[in-house]
């Protein structure tokens, strides 16, 4: 059995009932139910239709989310998260490099990398670089007044920590972001690259090895390994090319608002929900929600 969701954006729900009515009709699926009204719902149906990707792409035209996962197993146990850019709007090291003074230049080098055309390390090392000399209070002041935090977040992580799952932050940023986002959200651990100083002055280099792709892959399969719990029993989320290892590993994984040829490699994309879509997609509804 098969779970379709249908999800809009929390802050202008505008998900139609004839919309899910027609759908769940033209499927053969069983009753429509609520997660949250006008937000999200689903139904649940024997099989995955043939022509979802062409529904798929009627429904984004629509400003609506259209997700089909199995129906066994959707609760996860475990969330593996990205920061930039999905726990947080920004990109951290854009945000540090306005504070440089090159900041159109590195948020080119960081749009490419996202989108997998270029060496994640190289382009990490080329963009660190030119962070040398900036003062290291500059970080708590770009976290004070640049960093806000992606709707649904506080929601997503307290709701499941508070089903008995574990949380881990792991970013391709830093750690002097990732401890601070981490602990603001609630989440169990962290990994990230540190950024490296000398009397109170980044250097514009960072700590070797480089947390890149394959090391978010490697967090997935240590932590897994060390709860006792299988891949399958994790829920991944990311936006950029440098994700693509561990949201394909995880048993969902999810690209939230991510680039193109992000989105084309994942099954689950979420292009108008926020981070709650990941408590829909679990088969969540609202009134289920913890608050951080």
């Known amino acids: ?59 984004q035209g629509m400003k609506t989310d259209l997700v ?9 146990r475990m969330l593996l998260a990205d920061m930039d850019s999905t726990m947080i709007r ?37 963009r660190v670089g030119l962070l040398k000399g900036l003062p290291e209070s500059v970080i708590a002041k770009v976290l004070a007044e640049r960093i806000t935090l992606m709707p649904g977040g506080p929601e997503l992580v307290a709701t499941m920590r508070g089903n008995g799952g574990h949380a881990a932050l792991v970013s391709g940023g830093f750690t002097a972001f990732t401890r601070v986002i981490a602990g603001k959200l609630g989440f169990d651990e962290n990994r990230a690259n540190t950024l490296l100083a000398e009397g109170g002055v980044l250097t514009g280099d960072v700590a070797r090895p480089i947390l890149g792709k394959q090391a978010k892959v ?27 290892g561990m949201l394909h590993r995880a048993g969902m994984g999810v690209a939230l608002h991510a ?34």
């Open 68 to 76: 089909v996962v199995p129906e066994a197993g959707r609760r996860k």
């Open 1 to 59: 059995m098969f779970a379709a969701i249908l999800l809009t954006d929390p802050a202008a729900p505008a998900l139609d009932t004839a919309l899910v009515e027609s759908l769940r009709n033209a499927w053969g699926g069983g009753a429509a139910r609520w997660l949250a009204a006008g937000e999200a719902a689903e139904f649940v149906m024997p099989e995955t239709p043939g022509n979802l990707w062409e529904v798929w792409a009627d429904l």
């Open 90 to 126: 920004q990109e951290c090291i854009d945000e540090l490099a306005e504070e440089a003074g090159v900041g159109e230049y590195v948020k080119a080098i960081t749009a490419r990398a996202m989108n997998g055309e270029l060496d994640f390390e190289g382009a990490l090392t080329e």
């Open 259 to 292: 680039k193109p040829v992000v989105a084309a490699e994942c099954d689950v994309r979420i292009n108008f929900g926020d981070l709650t879509a990941l408590l829909y997609v679990q088969g969540y509804s609202r009134d289920e929600f913890k608050a951080s």
């Open 218 to 244: 490697e967090a997935l399969e240590q932590i897994s390994a060390r709860l006792g719990i299988s891949e399958a029993d994790v829920i991944a989320v990311g936006d950029g090319a440098n994700d693509l």
